[in-house]
């Protein structure tokens, strides 16, 4: 039977309508009969249900994503085979957007401030998949999803990685079935790929990893024989496994586009593009570390900056603004001086314990949550310094969950790889005794991204057990992290928000 609007597909899945269709099957807008919800469906070719081995492979590995520990992994709700329509599916989040590869095909390269802020989302759910021992295999524009962000104030996107633990059920079915086992376009495909019994590690990730931000940036494919995504696949495997591989600067001179590269991209693209898995950047987070290193001290061409990411609604002050015949400005004016003056002393009443002062940065447990106020870029020694900090505060909560806000502006630049490590060893020290570590860069702009690109790949390095974030404000990290805590920070959580305010401006 053919899919079509009304059939029910694995019980509980009524398709509503067609999404769009893709190498692996195609895609259709469902509704969750159990829950009323609307999911998106994937159905998958029929050649996995016609093998008993690769049906029931397919099922543990479609659920593969709810091993990876990330916010930027696409959320599965269930997976199986529909017997009556002979159909391998699995009902996804339904998600709003666009696909990184629709976004390139409409406007082409992207700025560095844009490439920054979805390579930090896009490096985190690979590098906690290969933390986790997965591999995604089939790494390309068109499973990187933008959705349109849905907290007010927030993100404009919320970055969404597709198909984990797949590609490899799909790509042996087509090959079982007469195919050349080589699972959609060969553009982003690593060497060791072509091969029968090629090893699947993290370096083959990182290959494409390599080759997608080449595309974003110089809003081209790599290799020069691509023509769209139709091109010849043996003759792009020939530059793949034969050919030079030229610098990438080389490459995109010939391509007229020398200029959209950073300083510094040739080295890394040249350890991405590696054909012996070994000598590339051993997984995402080494690469993205190597990457986000390149960004600093780098302001952005004016041509660089973008419009492509999907709006987000936000809400100005004024919305809040509800007009009153009472209030005329003198007493507006004195309300306000009440209420600040209500809010200081409420901010001054909640504990304040010194543990470190200096011009690199300020910290101290204000309530039950460590502050660390940097005023100038962590270095080797002012990690050290943190990390006696963080130890100090610990022991004084005498096993009490431990809560960490990072705060840093984004005036300030961004610390080298070195402090980076640095401040990632020091934060996976006291893993067991944090229930969480909310960073906040604020400010907006490129240096703000690139800050958040360095802090996220502390994050990646460290690898806790307990789970981090970087927010825009201390009061989204502080209602966080008394989630993180299960229980209340303060009677009043403004009164600590204050507090904290108080803190860094100390």
């Known amino acids: 039977m053919p899919l079509s609007p009304g059939v029910v597909v694995g019980g509980d899945f009524r398709v509503l309508s067609r999404l769009r269709a893709g190498g692996m099957g195609s895609v259709w807008v469902a509704e969750q009969l159990s829950v009323g919800r609307k999911r998106a469906l994937k ?10 081995r690769l049906r029931e492979r397919f099922v543990q590995e479609a659920r593969i994503g709810a091993s990876i520990d990330s916010d930027h992994v696409v959320e599965v709700v269930a997976a199986g085979i529909d017997e009556a329509l002979d159909l391998p599916w699995l009902a996804m989040e339904l998600l709003e957007g666009q ?24 490096c985190h759910a690979l590098a906690c998949a290969h933390a986790a021992g997965v591999v995604h295999r089939d790494l390309k524009p068109e499973i990187v999803f933008l959705a349109r962000g849905r907290r007010a104030g927030g993100a404009a996107f919320d970055l969404k990685v597709l198909d984990f633990g797949i590609a490899k059920v799909t790509a042996e079915a087509l090959s079982t079935g007469g195919g050349s086992g080589l699972l959609g376009t060969p553009h982003f495909l690593a060497p060791e790929q072509a091969e029968p019994n090629g090893a699947a590690t993290p370096a083959l990730d990182v290959w494409a990893l390599g080759l997608l ?14 023509r769209g995504r139709e091109s010849s696949i043996t003759a792009i ?20 586009v020398a200029a959209r590269l950073p300083v510094g991209f040739d080295a890394w693209l040249e350890r991405c593009l590696e054909r012996e898995p070994a000598r590339r950047f051993p997984d995402a987070g080494e690469a993205y570390a190597a990457f986000s290193s390149l960004l600093v001290g780098l302001s952005p061409r004016p041509a660089d900056v973008a419009t492509h990411v999907p709006p987000s609604p936000s809400i100005s002050p004024q919305a809040h603004t509800v007009a009153s015949g009472g209030n005329t400005p003198v007493a507006t004016a004195a309300a306000a001086s009440a209420a600040s003056a209500s809010a200081a002393s409420a901010a001054e009443a909640i504990t304040v314990t010194p543990l470190h002062d200096d011009e690199a940065f300020r910290a101290g447990r204000v309530g039950d949550v460590v502050v660390i106020h940097w005023r100038r870029p962590p270095t080797l020694a002012s990690a050290a310094a943190m990390d006696r900090a963080v130890a100090r505060a610990v022991r004084e909560l005498a096993g009490r969950p431990c809560t960490i806000m990072p705060i840093i502006d984004a005036s300030v630049r961004a610390p080298d790889p070195e402090a980076r490590a640095a401040l990632a060893r020091a934060v996976e020290r006291h893993d067991a005794a944090v229930a969480g570590v909310a960073y906040v860069v604020r400010g907006e702009g490129f240096q703000a991204a690139v800050l958040r690109g360095a802090i996220t790949s502390v994050m990646i390095l460290s690898r806790p057990s307990h789970t981090t974030k970087v927010f825009a404000s201390i009061a989204d990290a502080t209602a966080w992290l008394e989630k993180r805590r299960a229980r209340p920070l303060a009677e009043r959580p403004e009164d600590l928000i204050a507090g904290i305010e108080r803190f860094c401006a100390g």
């Open 213 to 226: 931000v080449y595309e974003m940036l110089a809003g081209r494919c790599f290799w020069r024989t691509a």
């Open 43 to 52: 159905v998958m070719h029929r050649e996995i249900a016609r093998d008993a």
């Open 237 to 256: 495997l020939r530059e793949v496994l034969i050919d030079p591989i030229p610098p990438a600067s080389v490459r995109a001179g010939e391509q007229g």
């Open 99 to 122: 696909d990184l590869g629709a976004i390139l095909a409409e406007q082409g390269a992207l700025g560095l401030q844009e490439v920054a802020e979805i390579l930090s989302p896009l």
